[in-house]
């Protein structure tokens, strides 16, 4: 059973910068996304970043030009450097791991990390 374990949550204020890291305890296949979704309070969770082994990302609109994904496919590792955060980033991060265009193939998740972004 694989297992994520994510790190690099914080609180900062309005324009700072917080780097994400999740890392998987096996071995996740190049064709399975690994990246971030995100839950407030009172809304649902959404995807924020995910990138395949082969370089393939989606990402939110909300985000782009501000977050970076990237994935060490040796260490089984994804990356989220996230500047310019804004208090609308402010959200529970949770890290993912699934099959990429299609809904076959197990789903794993991480514990959530926090992000605050307040002045």
């Known amino acids: 059973q694989v297992q994520l374990v994510g790190s690099g949550g914080g609180s900062v204020q309005p324009g700072g910068s917080l780097r994400l890291s999740c890392a998987a305890s096996?071995?996740?296949?190049?064709?399975?996304?690994m990246g971030w979704y995100r839950q407030a309070p009172g809304k649902q969770r959404e995807l924020v970043s995910i990138?395949?082994?082969?370089?393939?990302?989606d990402s939110l609109d909300s985000v782009k030009g501000r977050f970076t994904i990237s994935r060490d496919n040796a260490k089984n590792t994804v990356y989220l450097q996230m500047n310019n955060l804004k208090s609308e980033d402010t959200a529970v991060y949770y890290c993912?791991?699934?099959?990429?265009?299609?809904?076959?193939?197990?789903?794993?998740w991480g514990q959530g990390t926090q992000v605050s972004v307040s002045s």
């Open positions: 993912y791991a699934g099959p990429y265009g299609t809904n076959r193939g197990d789903v794993y």
């Open positions: 096996g071995s996740i296949p190049r064709f399975y996304a």
């Open positions: 990138i395949t082994g082969f370089g393939s990302s």
